[in-house]
């Protein structure tokens, strides 16, 4: 069987433009969401496209029964998982931390640090009898600074950044490698969600500079994980060219 890669957030962004590249490497694929429309029609379509397999898994990372029932229903076989892409995430608002919408920090909070950790067990305990893996958690420039208003987004994104460096240590025994890669701004519909649909405002965030898109993020990841087995990446921090920290952009 060739090569599995799960990536999580494979309906949008950054996880769809990882679920294109490891297609075309001949990768099958296990993608996992919660909109099943877009999780299926993307399936399909890279089936078609790129002759591999793919398992769809719709489920909502912040749900951990649900999640564990989903994945532990694949046949064994699925379950030899050469990489995990951890890429689902969201921000949710942007407020003084006076004035912030507690709603909006569980949704955080759960998705991006308890989301990523839940996931991370189930397919670890699958890596280890293998002795080997690749696990990339997809950061960014958030968990490397702190911006105004940023601060639960920030320190969800912090925690990724603590939680790799944990990872690493606690997986090298069998092998299994792990990467941290971290954005700086990539137009997605990262903006959309935080700013809950106002599509106007999201369309500022990147005006009059070169944003990076996802397939950018996504040919970072595939270097990673193509080096070879004696070498990890172990973190890689990626701004558009325009962008010198989270706040410093040159707008023209
Ligand atoms: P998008 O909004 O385009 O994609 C986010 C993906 O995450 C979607 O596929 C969404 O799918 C999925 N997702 C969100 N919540 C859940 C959940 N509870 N359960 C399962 N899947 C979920 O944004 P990006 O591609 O930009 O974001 C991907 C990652 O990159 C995130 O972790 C983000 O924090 C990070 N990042 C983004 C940057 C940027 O500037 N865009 C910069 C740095 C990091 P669905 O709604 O179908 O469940
Ligand atoms: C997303 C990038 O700068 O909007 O993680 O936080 S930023």
Redesign the pocket.
């Known amino acids: 069987m060739s090569k599995i890669a799960l990536i ?8 769809e433009a990882c679920a294109h590249i490891f297609a075309q490497q001949g990768y099958n694929l296990i993608l ?4 099943e429309d ?1 999780l299926a029609k993307n399936a399909h379509h890279l089936e078609d496209k790129c002759g591999i397999t793919i398992k769809q898994v719709l ?4 749900d951990k029964d649900n999640l564990s029932t989903a994945l532990e229903a694949l046949p064994d076989e699925w379950k030899k998982v050469d990489v995990l892409i951890n ?5 949710q608002g942007l407020d003084p931390i006076d004035k912030g919408n507690t709603d909006d920090w569980d949704t955080m909070i759960d ?2 640090v308890k ?1 990523l950790l839940y996931i991370t067990k189930i397919v670890s305990n699958w890596m280890i009898p293998n002795l080997s893996g690749h696990i990339i958690n ?1 950061g ?2 958030a968990g490397k600074e702190v911006y105004p208003n940023g601060n639960v987004y920030c320190a969800s994104k912090h925690a990724v950044d603590a939680l790799s460096k944990a990872m690493r240590i606690d997986l090298l025994p069998y092998g299994i490698k792990v990467t941290e890669i971290n ?4 137009e ?3 903006s959309i ?1 935080r700013f809950k649909g106002d599509e106007e405002r999201a369309k500022k965030v990147y005006e009059n500079f070169e944003p990076l898109i ?1 397939d950018d993020i996504a040919d970072a990841i595939w270097y990673v994980v193509s080096r070879p087995k004696h070498v990890n990446i172990n973190d890689m921090l990626i701004m558009p060219t325009a962008q010198a920290t989270a706040t410093i952009i040159d707008r023209k």
């Open positions: 999580t957030g494979a309906t949008s962004g950054i996880g996992l969401a919660r909109r877009r489920a909502d990372v912040r890429n689902a995430g969201l921000s998705t991006n989301g997809i960014s420039i954005p700086g701004m990539v997605t519909e990262f969600v996802a």
